[in-house]
């Protein structure tokens, strides 16, 4: 346990310091714990966690049901885009479950209990999405397997140093505000790395791809570098908070909006749009249930088409 003086350690500003005053953060306590909210703001983050785990399940059923229109060659990335469904989906549902527990309304505004909030399962989390979601890539683009494994390798072994350094940075961020950095810094040449890994692999492996494909990939290293990004931004906001901490209860749900949105674009529309390269792919290689699913889909399209009255 650390007792920590708040104006001194953080430089609060005089109104949020005669709330608080001193008293002990323990280590490893995250920043959501000793922020309190208003109705709107706790709703608003058990909003956003229930989003998620929504998210989650619909994208287990989408990838169990659309997994064999693609060609057997393809059909692993949507079995790991299943698996960090079931496995996002689940730590979302723990997530939402502690913050429901760790605080209690007290006529006014929602107050921490003797439970605790933690994002530290977020991070056990990512060590199995992060290697099956880059991963299943490899399974789409046109690589050796002597290149599959080798990136592979450098793919797990750099998203697990990347998580587990950043894992270690998160229990410091209201006690140590230079190990928060150091930790942060460090997990952020892995992701650069990662980022310098995947842009090679889809700009140097897509142009054997059919058109639809070689474009979705390009649409995918897009998905990848915005949402990816959201995650360090998370990361960093209880050093916004330090300068900024009439930000109040608001940081906390700026964080959990930030997973949020970083969870359901790295994982289920990143895995839709792997989906639909590998579909893609099917369909030119002559696979028939892929080309049944592009008949039913064109089909559909054109009844809908028809159904819209001109407006020339």
């Known amino acids: 346990m650390l007792s920590i003086d708040l104006p001194a350690a953080f430089g609060f500003m005089p109104n949020v310091v005669a709330q608080l005053g001193t008293f002990e953060i323990p280590q490893g306590l995250n920043l959501e714990n000793i922020l309190v909210y208003s109705p709107l703001q706790h709703d608003l983050i058990s909003h956003l966690l229930t989003l998620g785990v929504g998210a989650m399940a619909v994208g287990f059923v989408y990838f169990l049901t659309?997994?064999?229109q693609s060609a057997p060659a393809?059909?692993?990335s949507s079995v790991l885009s299943a698996i960090v469904m079931v496995s996002a989906f689940l730590i979302l549902f723990r997530q939402l479950?502690?913050?429901?527990?760790?605080?209690?309304?007290?006529?006014e505004v929602w107050r921490l209990t003797d439970s605790t909030f933690s994002n530290g399962y977020r991070y056990l989390n990512w060590s199995i999405d992060v290697p099956c979601l880059l991963t299943q890539m490899l399974f789409v683009v046109n690589v050796t397997p002597a290149k599959f494994r080798k990136t592979r390798t450098r793919f797990v072994a750099s998203g697990l140093l990347m998580i587990y350094t950043g894992y270690i940075g998160q229990y410091f961020e209201l006690t140590s505000?230079?190990?928060?950095?150091?930790?942060?810094?460090?997990?952020?040449?892995?992701?650069?790395?990662?980022?310098y890994l995947v842009g090679n692999l889809i700009f140097r492996s897509r142009e054997g791809l059919p058109r639809p494909a070689y474009n979705t990939m390009g649409t995918i290293w897009w998905v990848i570098l915005i949402s990816w990004t959201l995650y360090p931004l998370a990361y960093l906001v209880p050093l916004g908070w330090q300068f900024f901490p009439e930000?109040?209860?608001?940081?906390?749900?700026t964080?959990?909006?930030?997973?949020?949105?970083?969870?359901?674009f790295s994982k289920v529309i990143y895995g839709v749009l792997?989906?639909?390269?590998?579909?893609a792919c099917s369909v030119e290689a002559g696979y028939e249930p892929a080309l049944q699913a592009k008949k039913t889909a064109d089909?559909?399209?054109?009844?809908?088409?028809?159904k819209i009255p001109s407006r020339f």
């Open 74 to 76: 393809y059909q692993p």
């Open 177 to 195: 505000i230079p190990w928060f950095m150091l930790w942060g810094f460090i997990s952020t040449i892995f992701y650069v790395y990662i980022l």
């Open 274 to 279: 792997l989906t639909s390269a590998a579909q």
């Open 247 to 253: 930000w109040g209860g608001w940081a906390g749900v």
């Open 255 to 264: 964080r959990q909006f930030l997973f949020t949105v970083a969870d359901i």
């Open 97 to 107: 479950q502690g913050w429901q527990s760790a605080f209690a309304f007290d006529g």
């Open 299 to 306: 089909n559909g399209q054109l009844e809908r088409e028809t």
């Open 66 to 68: 659309t997994k064999r």
